[in-house]
C-alpha cells in the first residue's frame, strides 16, 4: 500500500502534523529532531520528560487534526522507527467511529531502552499488520512512551520514518519505508501523486528511501552512499 501518513519523515523544518496526544506524564513536546539523534540526512520528531515518571504519554499524528479515513475490516499497517532513552516506547494506532468516539487501539512491538545516534539500522521498528474494527471510521497513530521511574530522569523518544498504509491480505512483515507525497522509483516502478504527459511536478525523487540513493528536488541532484553519507551535490547550491 501506500505510505498516507502526512509529513511521515519528517521534515527537517517543520513538525506540521504532530501533537501530543493522551499525556499524564506531562512529557513536552513535540519538536523538531535534531543530528546527532535523527537519521543521517533525514528528519525526526521527538519528546521529552524533566525529570521520571512511572507513567505514559504519547507523540501523536492526527493528519493535522483531519485523521486518516478507514474502511471497516479493512487490513492496514503501521511502523514508526523509534529511538528511546532511559524509556520504552512502541507504535500505536487508536480507531474512532463517525461521531469520533474512541472504539479501540492496537500497539506494534515494544522498543526498549536503546540509546543510539544517526545509525538508523541500530534504531528500533514498531511495527503492527491487522484488521480495522467493524465499526472504524478513522484513525489517528502515535508513539506511546513508557517511563520507567527513578534512576532514569530525562528520558527521550526520538522517531522517524512513519508509515501508515493498507495492508496486504496475507501481509506479515512491514513495507519499505517510503515517504508520503514524493515520487518514490522502485524496482523500477514509479510511484508519485502528480506527474503529467509532458512534464512532471515532483517535488522530491529518489531512487530509494534510505541507504546508496540519487535524489533529485527542483534544482539540485544529490548523491548519497550506502551509509546515508552525502557524496555528490549538483545544481544550484545557494
Same mark, same amino acid.
Given at each position: ?10 521534515? /527537517?523544518?517543520?513538525?506540521? $502534523? ?12 513535540? %519538536? ?12 525526526? #520528531?521527538?519528546?521529552?520528560?524533566? +525529570?521520571?515518571? *512511572?507513567? #505514559? ?12 479515513? #478507514? ?14 532513552? /532511559? ?12 461521531? $469520533? ?9 515494544? #522498543? ?12 528500533? /521498528?514498531?511495527?503492527?499488520? $491487522? ?13 506511546? *512512551? ?13 522517531? %522517524? ?22 515520487? %518514490?522509483?522502485? +524496482? !523500477? ?13 515532483? !517535488? ?31 545544481? /544550484?547550491? %545557494?
Amino acid at each position: 500500500g501506500k505510505n498516507v501518513c502526512l509529513n511521515s519523515g519528517p521534515s /527537517r523544518s517543520t513538525i506540521s $502534523g504532530y501533537t501530543m496526544g493522551y499525556n499524564p506524564a506531562g512529557a513536552l513536546g513535540p %519538536t523538531l529532531g535534531y543530528d546527532p539523534y535523527r537519521p543521517i540526512g533525514g528528519g525526526g #520528531v521527538y519528546t521529552r520528560l524533566a +525529570g521520571t515518571s *512511572t507513567t #505514559v504519554s504519547d507523540l501523536a499524528n492526527t493528519n493535522g487534526g483531519n485523521y486518516y479515513l #478507514v474502511m471497516p475490516g479493512k487490513r492496514y499497517e503501521l511502523s514508526i522507527y523509534i529511538n528511546t532513552h /532511559r524509556c520504552n516506547a512502541y507504535s500505536l494506532i487508536v480507531w474512532q467511529d463517525a461521531a $469520533g468516539n474512541y472504539i479501540s487501539e492496537n500497539s506494534g512491538n515494544n #522498543v526498549g531502552n536503546i540509546g543510539a545516534g544517526s545509525d538508523i539500522g541500530l534504531w528500533g /521498528r514498531s511495527v503492527w499488520i $491487522g484488521a480495522a474494527p467493524n465499526n472504524a471510521y478513522r484513525c489517528y497513530i502515535a508513539v506511546r *512512551t513508557q517511563y520507567l521511574g527513578a534512576g532514569n530522569g530525562d528520558p527521550y523518544t526520538f522517531t %522517524t520514518m512513519w508509515y501508515l498504509g493498507q495492508a496486504g491480505d496475507n501481509q506479515t512483515k512491514a513495507s519499505p519505508w517510503s515517504p508520503s507525497g514524493v515520487t %518514490t522509483i522502485n +524496482g !523500477g516502478q514509479i510511484e508519485t501523486d502528480s506527474i503529467s504527459a509532458i512534464s512532471s511536478n515532483i !517535488g522530491l525523487m529518489r531512487t530509494a528511501a534510505s541507504g546508496g540513493r540519487t535524489e533529485i528536488e527542483a534544482n539540485v541532484i544529490r548523491v548519497y552512499d550506502d551509509g546515508n553519507q552525502l557524496r555528490v551535490k549538483m545544481g /544550484r547550491l %545557494t
